[in-house]
Each structure stands twice: as structure tokens, then as C-alpha cells.
């Protein structure tokens, strides 16, 4: 079966920083390229940020770029996301999920998601 | 950046219908395109992938067709549980993008 499971969120301020983490099982981790998808209350879903497979190519939404760094841990078959410069606008639920084939595909499984709030 | 827009934003169903929801993208996607299910408070869920390939564990009513730039969701009769929020998702290029959701209620 497999899991994924994310955590870190919290209430941070604006301009804080803070680290979020997704552990996955029940698949081949270091196969999978790994994304991240946020969704503000009510909203729709936003794609964040992904990683291949090796770790090797990054790749961000404008909105993140250069506040955000996504990094993994083939050998704990963990991927996490470096979130600073915070602000109001990246309050959402992060929710942690793998794509289907290899470093290509849909994002398959999902984790039930990480709340992250940023206000003072 | 391909823009997703799906249509339309609300469809009001009875149960038993079939029901038809949208998905066109503002440049060619080719046949990489998933939807996804969303209940209330939960996480999103892989229905369809390929446009028309059904995710493990999908039931034969929901199916896709399309290609290109326009994709349409099909569930031929609907149940209770069906009634949920549906966003289409393109992977074809980065960014990777999502539709704002048709949200699917009961008639």
C-alpha cells in the first residue's frame, strides 16, 4: 500500500521561514520524481515545485522562485520543501505527491496535505 | 504557461445522469492530461490520465476522451459519491498546470 504523509506546516509570520517534509512508502522512491501542489482556502490547486527522481533538475513556479528550495532524501525516501521570505499569499494547504512515470506523468498519489499559514 | 479552463464552473446533476465536464487548454497539451477528484476536505484524487487512461481502482462510468486542446470528463450515471469538485491538469510542459475546477452538485 502505499503512503504519503506530509508535515511542518504551521503559523509562521510574513518574511519567516519554514520546512516542510513528505514521507513516502509502498513505491520505488528514488523512480518517482516528487512535486509539490498548494492550495489557498477556497481556491484552486497551484503546482509548486518538483524534483526528479536523481534529485538532479529542480524546477519552480514563478510565484516561488528564489524564496523556495524543493530537495530529497532517496535514502529515507523523504522529499522536503525549504519555504522563506513568507508571505501572505503562500497560506494554503501543501499537499506532497509523486508522478506517475518516472520523471514524467500525473501526480499519481497524493499525502492529505500540510496546512501552512503566514500572518502576524 | 498553458492556461487550463474548464467549464462549466457548476453543473447541477441528477443522480442516474450522465454527466459532461470541460477542459481546454490554450495550446496543444497532445493527450497529457489528467483529472482529478476533490472531496471536501480531503486530497485530490488521479481519475484519468493520457486523456483517456483510468487510474487504478477507477470505475468504468468515469471515462476521457480529447486531445490536443480539448478534453472532456464523462461520468455515465452518476452516484452520491460522484458529487464532488473536478479540476483537469495539464503535464505536457512546465509549468505544470491545473484547471480552476468544475464543481459537480446534486440536481
Not at chain 1, 94 to 118: H, I, Q
Not at chain 2, 87 to 92: P, V
Request: net charge neutral.
Amino acid at each position: 500500500e502505499v503512503q504519503v504523509l506530509e508535515s511542518g506546516g504551521a503559523l509562521e509570520q510574513p518574511g519567516g521561514s519554514l520546512r516542510l517534509s513528505c514521507v513516502v512508502s509502498g513505491f520505488t522512491f528514488s523512480d518517482h520524481a516528487m512535486t509539490w501542489v498548494r492550495q489557498a482556502p477556497g481556491k484552486g490547486l497551484e503546482w509548486v515545485s518538483a524534483i526528479s527522481g536523481s534529485g538532479s533538475r529542480t524546477y519552480y513556479a514563478d510565484s516561488v522562485k528564489g524564496r523556495f528550495v524543493i530537495s530529497r532524501d532517496n535514502s529515507n525516501n523523504k522529499v522536503h520543501l525549504q519555504m522563506n521570505s513568507l508571505r501572505a499569499e503562500d497560506t494554503a494547504v501543501y499537499y506532497c505527491a509523486n508522478r506517475k512515470f518516472d520523471d514524467f506523468g500525473p501526480l499519481e498519489y497524493w499525502g492529505p496535505g500540510s496546512l501552512v499559514t503566514v500572518s502576524s | 504557461e498553458r492556461v487550463m479552463t474548464q467549464s462549466p464552473a457548476t453543473l447541477s446533476v441528477s443522480l442516474g445522469e450522465r454527466a459532461n465536464l470541460s477542459c481546454r487548454a490554450s495550446q496543444t497539451v497532445n493527450r497529457n492530461l489528467a483529472w482529478y477528484q476533490q472531496k471536501p476536505g480531503q486530497a485530490p484524487r488521479l481519475l484519468i490520465y493520457d486523456a483517456s487512461a483510468r487510474a487504478t481502482g477507477i470505475p468504468a462510468r468515469f471515462s476521457g476522451s480529447g486531445s490536443g486542446t480539448e478534453f472532456t470528463l464523462t461520468i455515465s450515471s452518476l452516484q452520491s459519491e460522484d458529487f464532488a469538485v473536478y479540476y483537469c491538469h495539464q503535464y505536457n510542459s512546465w509549468p505544470l498546470t491545473f484547471g480552476q475546477g468544475t464543481r459537480l452538485e446534486i440536481k
